[in-house]
């Protein structure tokens, strides 16, 4: 199975960070593509000078929870895999919120179609606090409902950020 196959396996919640390989090097390109799909994403809702600000913004965050919360649970030797998973299946959710991204900020695309793809970006949103959920479950052995607070506080930590240090700013 590729690397993409079990990527999507997570995905769909049909695999674990435990099925990805545990290779620094994977890490590594993990984490340009998240980079360069980040930017394609945000280049649409952040100004020009900003982008790369809060992709790493976004990026130091999930980076340092994850360590933090396998470190103080005592799972530390996962993380290669774990953060893998996370950046691995933020490149998917990258891919797919793209387009939907991409329309929203197009400013001649009428009300009720912008009101259809905020709900589906509700939708990939949602999809993606459950599947980092799913990651932390089995990174660190644990219920699924903390799995998803876990999975919350890390989604809302990013947004407070983002919103503190990047206040109501879009590209134009």
Avoid at 21 to 43: E, M, N, R
Avoid at 55 to 82: D, E, K
Avoid at 154 to 172: K, N, R
């Amino acid at each position: 199975m590729s690397d993409l196959q079990k990527l999507v396996a997570v995905l769909f919640l049909r695999a674990t960070p435990q099925d990805l390989p545990y290779s620094q090097p994977t890490l590594v390109k993990y984490a340009v593509f998240y980079v360069l799909s980040g930017i394609a994403v945000l280049q649409s809702t952040l100004k020009p000078e900003d982008l790369m600000a809060g992709l790493l913004l976004g990026f130091f965050i999930q980076l340092g929870f994850t360590y933090f919360v396998l470190r103080a649970l005592n799972h530390s030797a996962r993380f290669v895999q774990t953060i893998s998973a996370i950046l691995g299946v933020g490149i998917l959710f990258n891919l797919l919120s793209w387009p939907v991204f991409a329309m929203l900020a197009d400013e001649t695309i009428n009300d009720s179609l912008k009101s259809t793809l905020s709900l589906l970006f509700l939708l990939l949103i949602s999809w993606e606090v459950l599947v980092k959920a799913h990651i932390f479950k089995h990174a660190l052995e644990m219920r699924m409902f903390s799995a998803l607070a876990l999975s919350f506080s890390l989604f809302f930590i990013s947004v407070a950020l983002s919103q503190l240090l990047f206040p109501a700013e879009t590209a134009g």
